[in-house]
């Protein structure tokens, strides 16, 4: 059966427009607060250290850190915080998450395809499960021998046209629970893949068998001009519990720094014309 040119633009409108709201549906809704301390009074208990290769190391346990930079990023609709417990993930392989107020969507992605992603409680009643830092879920089960955890980070989208926008992650963090369980201590190893082709790298960091006193977080910004691509995660003999995966984004990081060598180029200019005037 033919459609006229009219009738077949609209229900492809309507399609695109059910496929856009079922992935809002299932997408997590990005908050502002980092290891919040309202509804869940565990907190995160130390940074990671032992860092190497590019970029920086972000921490979270003093004043002035990663936390207080990814709350004025969310203000500004520049990045958030996927606490796992407000909303679902799109799939087994797929984390979406809604930022900007709604206006934008990062997809994180699952790339190593052992096994499907999942969220869990972990209240800290069960105490092989952890206790979240935010909330009561956590993305479960992932990097020991196996079961290594590789997830792409992006595109981010406009939520209302589905098209893609030109930002990128240029920060991103997340907090790796401790529970008395087997397996545990486990050695976590950290790799942040960077778009210049360079990675940074935290651990291996030893994450201890108690529940709630351990809770480690990991954090990269990429080095000047580039951004997050992916990240890794293994573990030496314990399944791993994340929560609060934070991300603070900007404009393409290649076309800022063009922007603002543009800029520096006019500044000088317009001060050699002045010095040529005055003498």
């Known amino acids: 059966m033919f459609f006229e040119k009219p009738r077949l633009v609209a229900v492809m409108g309507a399609l695109l427009g059910i496929a856009i709201l079922s992935s809002a549906e299932a997408a997590f809704v990005a908050v502002g607060t980092y290891d919040e301390q309202i509804s869940q009074p565990n907190a995160v208990d130390s940074d990671a250290g032992s860092f190497s290769g590019s970029g920086t190391q972000l921490t979270v346990t003093g004043s002035g850190d990663f936390d207080d930079d990814v709350a004025a990023a969310f203000s500004q609709g520049l990045g958030g915080v996927i606490d796992f417990d407000s909303g679902s993930l799109t799939d087994g392989t797929t984390i979406d998450v809604t930022y900007a107020a709604g206006s934008k969507n990062l997809q994180v992605t699952r790339t190593d395809g052992n096994y499907a992603l999942s969220v869990t409680a972990a209240d800290g009643t069960n105490q092989q499960q952890g206790t979240a830092i935010s909330g009561t879920e956590v993305l479960a089960g992932f990097g020991y021998t196996g079961y290594e955890l590789s997830l792409a980070v ?126």
């Open 154 to 279: 992006g595109p981010i989208t406009d939520v209302g046209s589905g098209a893609t926008l030109d930002e990128k992650v240029v920060e991103l963090g997340f907090t790796i629970l401790s529970r008395d369980r087997g397996g545990y201590p486990t050695d976590v190893t950290a790799t942040a893949n960077y778009s210049g082709g360079g990675q940074g790298l935290i651990g291996p960091e030893t994450i201890d068998q108690a529940n709630g006193m351990d809770d480690t977080f990991f954090g990269f910004r990429a080095p000047s001009g580039q951004y997050i691509t992916s990240v890794d995660l293994t573990s030496t003999t314990g399944f791993l519990h994340m929560d609060d995966l934070a991300f603070i984004t900007v404009p393409e990081p290649c076309a800022l720094t063009l922007v603002n060598s543009g800029c520096l180029g006019l500044l000088l200019w317009r001060r050699f014309s002045r010095r040529r005037r005055c003498c």
